[in-house]
């Protein structure tokens, strides 16, 4: 990994200027201190590859800021140089974690190659610490898929098949069933392990902060480009990109994603310079792409290229033999991130789950354990601690159905027709919100005793927006 910003401090004039000479020459960005509190100050503000400080200084000493550098920034490499000699100064720099030490007067070359040695041991550094990373999230992403069923096991034998070369793969499947964590195992398991994973939703950004984001942009290119921006696209190279609902992305943009495919070169937003990239593909979405070409809302040759190697994941309503190990996974996983004793669910909760139809798929599932982890007080979960099912019409009386609802709006709409009054925007919106949100926010606060920080947890609103909704909705905390 090159280096780009170096911070040389030094009380002497002569030498901060041959220093700095000689290193922008190469390069290199350079940041000039005539003093260790200078030097400390720029490096809380400013990130630098390396610093090359001289020991003696006024005020604050070069071991002295060696120190505070160390708190502030340690992965930062420190050089520390010094017109004294000294065995005692050499054995407290390295002590104090500099990485290197050298005596004046010194020839320019010793400067290049310690700079040489600096550049490998931050690109190992980064190496290491990038695998250990990817390592980690592997173990993760292998635990987290769950499921034996046959159309699982034959989706782990497409991920063994393809891994090992570059095709392209397009995953296939209703929202929440899972498609980052088999694009993750694909990279996990191919020889780009290691490298960088790269995870882009295309529906999540705006279609004209799209393109940015994927091919980056040079300084200028639009307003607000204060400086060049590298995109997903180098960020992903010798690795993998992950591009997400591509269904939604637009179609000017999906022909440079083509060209990307075709000629592993991408161009930055305001740039005329190809860029080679390194990249493997893999797509995903939840839409029907071959209806959406029909409908000319997806190119049929994008299409084509990114269909290599299918993998189609099962909503869970199809694969309900992996509920009762999904059950017990997610049992496990909340009550480990939430340091609660583990919970079983009680035969006939796991009975009910199983005839759930999920429409939410795996990760409904998991929000609907962990919820029933954090509201009952018991070690075995019933079909009471569930919010669906004969439980649910007991549990959500209060709240509106949807027959009423759509009453309400053919009421509106019929008066607003025949001129008795005009329709209010936000009129029907404003009631209907009146009359859920009372009765969930009381909810929550009773399955968790009053306890306004669960409840907002649950709820997934802010603290203080909980505390201020009770106020205005009037309503009372009964604590047991």
């Known amino acids: 990994m090159a280096l780009h910003r170096i911070l ?14 000689a290193l922008r020459k190469k ?3 350079v940041d000039l201190a005539s003093d260790g509190s200078q030097a400390f100050r720029q490096v809380r503000e400013q ?15 070069g071991l002295e800021l060696l120190d505070k550098v160390r708190e502030v920034r340690p992965d930062m490499l420190v050089v520390v140089m010094t017109a004294e000699a000294s065995m005692t100064n050499a054995i407290e720099a390295m002590k104090r974690g500099a990485y290197d030490y050298i005596t004046k007067p010194f020839d320019l070359e010793v400067i290049d190659a310690i700079i040489e040695k600096v550049s490998r041991a931050k690109h190992v550094s980064n190496q290491v610490t990038l695998l250990k990373q990817e ?32 095709v392209t793969v397009l995953i296939q499947g209703e929202s929440g069933t899972g498609k980052e964590l088999i694009a993750r195992a694909i990279h996990f398991n191919s020889p780009r392990l290691g490298k960088p994973f790269v995870a882009i939703n295309c529906a999540a950004i705006p279609k004209d902060l799209l393109e940015s984001e994927l091919f980056g942009s040079e300084r200028g290119a639009f307003t607000g480009s204060v400086e060049r ?16 609902e591509i269904g939604d992305m637009p179609l000017d943009l999906q022909a440079k994603i083509l060209r990307v495919l075709q000629e592993q070169e991408i161009t930055r937003i305001g740039g005329s310079q190809s860029i080679n990239v390194d990249v493997r593909v893999v797509a995903a979405t939840n839409q029907d792409l071959m209806e959406r070409v029909g409908n000319r809302e997806f190119r049929e040759d994008l299409y084509y290229r990114l269909n290599v190697v299918p993998i189609n994941l ?10 009762p190990l999904l059950i017990e996974y997610f049992l496990e996983r909340a009550c480990a991130e939430l340091q609660m004793p583990l919970k079983q669910c009680a035969p006939e909760a796991v009975k009910m789950l199983c005839n759930h139809s999920w429409p939410g798929n795996v990760r409904e599932l998991e929000n609907t354990i962990k919820r029933a982890v954090i509201l ?11 919010l669906f099912g004969n439980n649910r019409q007991e549990k959500v009386q209060d709240l509106p ?4 609802l759509e009453s309400l709006v053919d009421i509106k709409l019929r008066s607003s027709m025949n001129g008795i009054e005009e329709l209010e925007k936000g009129d029907i919106y404003d009631r209907v919100i009146e009359q859920v949100e009372r009765p969930l926010i009381r909810f929550a606060l009773e399955k968790t005793r009053g306890n306004q920080v669960r409840a907002a947890d649950i709820l997934g609103i802010n603290r203080n927006t909980l505390r201020k909704k009770i106020v205005d909705l009037g309503i009372t905390i009964k604590k047991d």
């Open 376 to 386: 009952s007080n018991d070690p075995l979960l019933t079909t009471a601690d569930f």
């Open 27 to 29: 390069g290199y960005t």
């Open 135 to 166: 390592l980690k999230e592997c173990y993760q992403v292998e635990r987290n898929i769950v499921g034996n069923s046959s159309v699982m096991r034959d989706v782990y034998k497409t991920i063994g098949k393809v891994a090992g070369s570059d």
């Open 8 to 21: 040389v401090a030094d009380d002497e004039e002569s030498m901060r200027w041959v220093l700095s000479k």
């Open 314 to 323: 099962a909503p869970l309503r199809e694969r309900r033999e992996d509920i």
């Open 401 to 404: 159905s949807e027959h009423s």
């Open 47 to 61: 990130s630098y590859d390396l610093a090359i400080v001289d020991i003696k200084m006024p005020g604050m000493s």
């Open 229 to 244: 921006k590298g995109g997903k696209f180098e960020q992903a190279n010798k690795g993998t990109i992950f591009l997400d």
